[in-house]
């Protein structure tokens, strides 16, 4: 079975720095995927993990611990228009299909 | 410009009749997607086709079809065995569909609303 947890919602501060968490419990895990989501429009890609550690991709980074089922996103410089949803989706060894979290909704405010 | 075009963006429909999206894709992706979100919900798969002519049943694909007549394109009829069919559909596409590091990449969705 599977299940993903996230927080339901988040606010901070432009300029700032937050971290959004997903934990996950994936029999054959294989990797784990960020998309960012404005209010009413598609899905956008930012990042896939499939080892452990850190990626950076300028003001957006994307972290994976596989033994312990947990990634995060994380946000540098909060700038309003990062104000979306934070959806996270794992993957099975040897299968296309994306499971998703429910996502977490950033608010950034003044 | 190469992408996922949905239209229309907002449709609506009485109860009892079905209705269907349009999803098409100029990426040359072999693999496609339909999801459905519902408010407080992650995206749900409804069906996926990973070639021409072949299609698999998602994870709630009861009271929904499709086809794959052609790899540009995957239209989703929503028939009216589809007991909440009001919701925002998502359509899909990646480049195989076959291996689990291939990203999908999404089309600006439709609104369904049912009255």
């Known amino acids: 079975g599977q299940n993903i947890d996230q927080p339901t919602e988040m606010t901070a501060t432009e300029g700032a720095i937050v971290q959004i968490n997903c934990t996950y419990q994936?029999?054959?895990?294989?990797?784990l995927f960020w998309y960012q989501q404005h209010a009413g429009e598609a899905p956008t890609f930012l990042s896939y993990?499939?080892?452990?550690g850190l990626e950076e991709k300028g003001r957006f980074s994307s972290f994976l611990s596989r033994s312990k089922g947990y990634s995060y996103l994380l946000l540098k410089e909060l700038q309003m228009k990062d104000s979306a949803s934070y959806l996270c989706?794992?993957?099975?060894?040897?299968?296309?299909?994306?499971?998703f979290g429910k996502g977490t909704k950033l608010s950034v405010i003044p | 410009d190469g992408g996922i075009t949905q239209s229309p963006k907002y449709l609506f429909r009485k109860e009892g009749q079905n209705v269907t999206l349009s999803c098409e894709q100029n990426?040359?992706?072999?693999?496609m997607y339909w999801y459905r979100q519902d408010p407080g919900q992650g995206l749900r798969l409804i069906y996926y086709s990973q070639i021409v002519n072949d299609f698999q049943k998602g994870d709630i694909a009861e009271g929904y079809s499709v086809s794959r007549e052609k790899k540009e394109s995957f239209p989703l009829t929503v028939t009216s065995a589809q007991k909440n069919p009001t919701a925002f559909y998502l359509c899909a596409s990646s480049i195989r569909g076959s291996g689990s590091s291939d990203t999908q990449y999404f089309g600006p969705g439709t609104r369904l609303t049912v009255l």
């Open positions: 989706a794992v993957t099975r060894r040897g299968s296309y299909q994306l499971t």
């Open positions: 990426l040359n992706h072999d693999a």
């Open positions: 993990n499939v080892l452990d």
């Open positions: 994936t029999s054959g895990f294989n990797g």
